[in-house]
Structures are given as C-alpha cells and as structure tokens.
Nanobody, 115 residues
Framework: QVQVVESGGGLVQPGGSLRLSCAAS????????MAWYRQAPGKQRDLVAS???????NYADSVKGRFTISRDNAKKTVYLQMNSLKPEDTAVYYC?????????WGQGTQVTVSS
C-alpha cells in the first residue's frame, strides 16, 4: 500500500503564497500520476493540477498562471506552489497518487486565504 502524506497548508492573506508538499511511498514513484485536488465546504472535490511521470502538467483554468505543480522523484515528493492566493482558493487540498490499479489519496491539508 502506498502512503500519501500532505503538508504545508495554513492561513495566508490574499495575494500571499504557500507551498504544499506531498510525499508518497513506493519504489515506483517516478512512474506515478500525481495530482492535487481541492474541496471547499459544500462543494465537490475538483482537480487543481496534475503531473505525469514524464513531467507534463495540467491545470484548472482557475489556477493557471498562479499555481505550479512539480515533482522531485529522488525525494518521492510532489509540490504545489501557490502564488497570488485568493479567498476563493480556500479549501482542503488533497494529494492523489495513481498508477494502474493503485489509487491512493492523502488525508488533506487546509488552506485558508483570509485577511
């Protein structure tokens, strides 16, 4: 079983920045599809950004130009750099690790953007 653990959430003012980290176990990390999702209260869980083994990335329109996803295969970690944060970015952010039949999620980390 793959362990997926997020960190880096917190409270930030509008316009500020945060970097989320997601560590995943397993010897095949370099092959995993990794992604960040978020869920605000009363709303569905939506894809924020994803990165495949080759490094190609995909972003939700709402975060393009502000968020950057990256991965460090040596550290078995994926990052989400979030800049120019807005109150509407407030949500629980979840990390997902997937490859074939393996599909694991972290417990989530709260991001709150408020003055």
């Amino acid at each position: 079983q793959v362990q997926v653990v997020e960190s880096g959430g917190g409270l930030v003012q509008p316009g500020g920045s945060l970097r989320l980290s997601c560590a995943a176990s397993g010897s095949l990390f370099r092959l995993y599809f990794m992604a960040w999702y978020r869920q605000a209260p009363g709303k569905q869980r939506d894809l924020v950004a994803s990165i495949i083994s080759g490094g190609s990335t995909n972003y939700a329109d709402s975060v393009k130009g502000r968020f950057t996803i990256s991965r460090d295969n040596a550290k078995k970690t994926v990052y989400l750099q979030m800049n120019s944060l807005k109150p509407e970015d407030t949500a629980v952010y979840y990390c997902r690790s997937a490859m074939g039949d393996h599909d694991y999620w972290g417990q989530g980390t709260q991001v709150t953007v408020s003055s």
